[in-house]
């Protein structure tokens, strides 16, 4: 069952990452951004009806504080990635977080990076380039060049950079309440703190037009479904496997970049996901 949960959180998050995709293209980021979590609220409030309140200790309180700056400086980013560049050109750099995971190990517990952890960061490395293969009549480096020019993807990286801080912190919350009552709980404090950046950096007031109304509620509905999905798939198994699964949002979000935006070299992207995700499983698998 986890696998089914997982499945629908990738299909969930994806479909939410399209729905406000097509949103940005007439209003500015970070209004998209508060919509998203403010239609988000209701079925996450309603789940507060059939959960059981857990007892909070001060590991939860500081894991949860801790992690909401960095939360809400990653979806600020997020949004401005989807705005700025192609879907099916940003989503596939999320892949990179345990490649960051590893690294902060390392400076915090002291891990080294075993065989299985090497070829991952290697394959994750090829699909990144695999990307913008296109590019390489021109020149042997431009794909990469083209990445660093590709302001999306830069912020996409410095996303999946901030993930892997999170989803520690998110887990350690979890373990000391529980996975739906963190999940609905924690987007509550989200949207709190959001708001007030939302008022002084948005460029237009937060005021929600009839004609946005139901795009935000379908934006809404899909990213409440993506938490309420991942917190129940990821108190039924290992975070690890979890995640992998999870990450079958980039073939979903690339799917809805050929089909609704049009995006253009979509095979090599695909190819490039398909290596970046892979090189995620066996640094995941390896680990274990």
């Known amino acids: 069952m986890w696998v089914f949960y997982s499945l629908l959180t990738a299909f969930s998050l994806a479909t939410s990452d399209t729905l406000t995709k097509r949103v940005l293209a007439s209003r500015d980021e970070y209004f998209v951004a508060w919509a998203r979590l403010m239609f988000c609220l209701p079925p996450l409030i309603v789940s507060f009806l059939f959960i059981e309140i857990p007892s909070l200790d001060r590991t939860f309180w500081i894991a949860t504080f801790c992690a909401l700056p960095l939360e809400i400086l990653a979806i600020i980013l997020y949004t401005k990635a989807l705005k700025v560049s192609p879907i099916s050109l940003t989503v596939p750099f999320l892949a990179l977080t345990p490649l960051f995971l590893i690294g902060i190990s390392f400076i915090v517990l002291g891990e080294k990076v075993s065989l299985y952890g090497g070829l991952g960061i290697m394959l994750m490395a090829v699909g990144g380039y695999a990307l913008n293969l296109h590019k390489i009549k021109k020149d042997l ?134 290596i970046m995700f892979s090189g995620f499983l066996i640094i995941v698998l390896g680990a274990e």
């Open 141 to 274: 480096l431009a794909p990469i060049k083209a990445i660093l020019r590709e302001k999306g993807s830069l912020l996409m990286i410095t996303v999946a950079f901030i993930y892997s801080f999170t989803s520690s912190l998110g887990k350690l919350a979890i373990e000391h309440s529980s996975p739906i009552f963190f999940g609905s709980f924690y987007f509550i404090l989200v949207v709190l703190f959001f708001t007030p950046i939302a008022i002084k950096k948005s460029s237009e007031n937060l005021v929600i037009s009839k004609k946005d109304m139901m795009p935000l509620l379908y934006i809404g509905l899909t990213y409440a479904m993506m938490i309420i999905f991942h917190m129940i798939a990821i108190s039924m198994t290992q975070v690890a496997y979890m995640i992998s699964v999870k990450r079958m949002s980039l073939f979903f979000s690339i799917f809805y970049g050929y089909l609704i935006f049009k995006e253009k070299n979509i095979r090599e992207r695909t190819l490039g996901s398909v």
